[in-house]
């Protein structure tokens, strides 16, 4: 990794290992996950509320597709939203698989109102596509956009000339943006994982990391909210989530 002083990257160091420490002590124990919880019982979208005609569980996986009928061909970005809890302070992980356009799962995100295909979402999300550029990505939904590329690691701040305004720092590397996307499985299953520490945020594809975000800005960050799986407008689309599951970090 590249930085422009050697105090920045002994600090960066530091921040990135204490996000992945979870991750670690996972695979060292050959798959053991002491203090997760399933959030998803692999039958039904019992806890889940989005809407029937777009998610169903097919396969053991909760499922999103988009058509070309008028009640499947959208018109705004829909969810399905994780009605038994919040979240805070946490690390999640799935299996993801996708066919055609985007998706992404929301965190600490709110509800922000019933659009004609669903609920609609605002908040921080972990990106991922049929295509080649945004899988592990930070965006915030109907926010500030997009917070870190892949492969980077930023610090939001506020803009000095208004504090609600954003700008963002681009801080180091967690590697480069084609060789995190050879790791990523076109079609088939892969494994995100997202760790909410505090205002760092990290997203993981496959045991790479994909970015890690220190949001500093005070006016837009948000601590809490809610969980939500995403449907996009646009092309036709499958996408589908298992094994899903949550640990607190306290």
Same mark, same amino acid.
């Given at each position: 990794m590249q930085f422009p002083n050697r105090l920045r990257a002994v600090a960066l160091s530091s921040l990135l290992s204490v996000a992945l420490v979870p991750a670690a002590v996972a695979d060292h124990h050959g798959g053991a996950e002491p203090g997760f919880k399933s959030l998803f019982n692999g039958k039904d979208l019992t806890g889940w509320t989005g809407n029937p005609k777009l998610w169903s569980v097919q396969d053991g996986a909760i499922t999103g597709k988009t058509g070309e009928t008028a009640e499947t061909k959208l018109k705004h970005n829909t969810f399905l939203v994780y009605t038994n809890d919040s979240v805070d302070d946490f690390e999640l992980r799935l299996k993801y698989r996708i066919v055609g356009g985007n998706s992404g799962i929301q965190y600490r995100s709110q509800v922000l109102s019933e659009g004609e295909f669903g609920p609609i979402i605002g908040g921080y999300q972990g990106d991922f596509e049929a295509g080649t550029t945004y899988? @592990?990505?930070?965006?915030?939904?109907?926010?500030?956009?997009?917070?870190?590329?892949? @492969?980077?690691?930023t610090k939001l701040v506020a803009d000095p000339a208004d504090a609600n305004k954003h700008k963002v720092e681009v801080i180091g590397s967690v590697g480069e943006s084609k060789d995190i996307q050879a790791a990523i499985r076109n079609e088939e299953w892969n494994d995100y994982t997202i760790i909410a520490n505090g205002n760092q945020l990290t997203h993981i594809i496959n045991g790479r990391v994909t970015v890690s975000v220190i949001d500093e800005h005070a006016a837009k960050s948000r601590k809490s909210g809610v969980l939500a799986l995403q449907i996009h407008t646009g092309p036709v689309m499958t996408v589908q989530f298992k094994d899903i599951r949550i640990r607190p970090i306290k």
């Amino acid at each position: 990794m590249q930085f422009p002083n050697r105090l920045r990257a002994v600090a960066l160091s530091s921040l990135l290992s204490v996000a992945l420490v979870p991750a670690a002590v996972a695979d060292h124990h050959g798959g053991a996950e002491p203090g997760f919880k399933s959030l998803f019982n692999g039958k039904d979208l019992t806890g889940w509320t989005g809407n029937p005609k777009l998610w169903s569980v097919q396969d053991g996986a909760i499922t999103g597709k988009t058509g070309e009928t008028a009640e499947t061909k959208l018109k705004h970005n829909t969810f399905l939203v994780y009605t038994n809890d919040s979240v805070d302070d946490f690390e999640l992980r799935l299996k993801y698989r996708i066919v055609g356009g985007n998706s992404g799962i929301q965190y600490r995100s709110q509800v922000l109102s019933e659009g004609e295909f669903g609920p609609i979402i605002g908040g921080y999300q972990g990106d991922f596509e049929a295509g080649t550029t945004y899988s @592990g990505i930070l965006y915030e939904e109907r926010g500030r956009g997009i917070l870190a590329q892949r @492969g980077q690691v930023t610090k939001l701040v506020a803009d000095p000339a208004d504090a609600n305004k954003h700008k963002v720092e681009v801080i180091g590397s967690v590697g480069e943006s084609k060789d995190i996307q050879a790791a990523i499985r076109n079609e088939e299953w892969n494994d995100y994982t997202i760790i909410a520490n505090g205002n760092q945020l990290t997203h993981i594809i496959n045991g790479r990391v994909t970015v890690s975000v220190i949001d500093e800005h005070a006016a837009k960050s948000r601590k809490s909210g809610v969980l939500a799986l995403q449907i996009h407008t646009g092309p036709v689309m499958t996408v589908q989530f298992k094994d899903i599951r949550i640990r607190p970090i306290k």
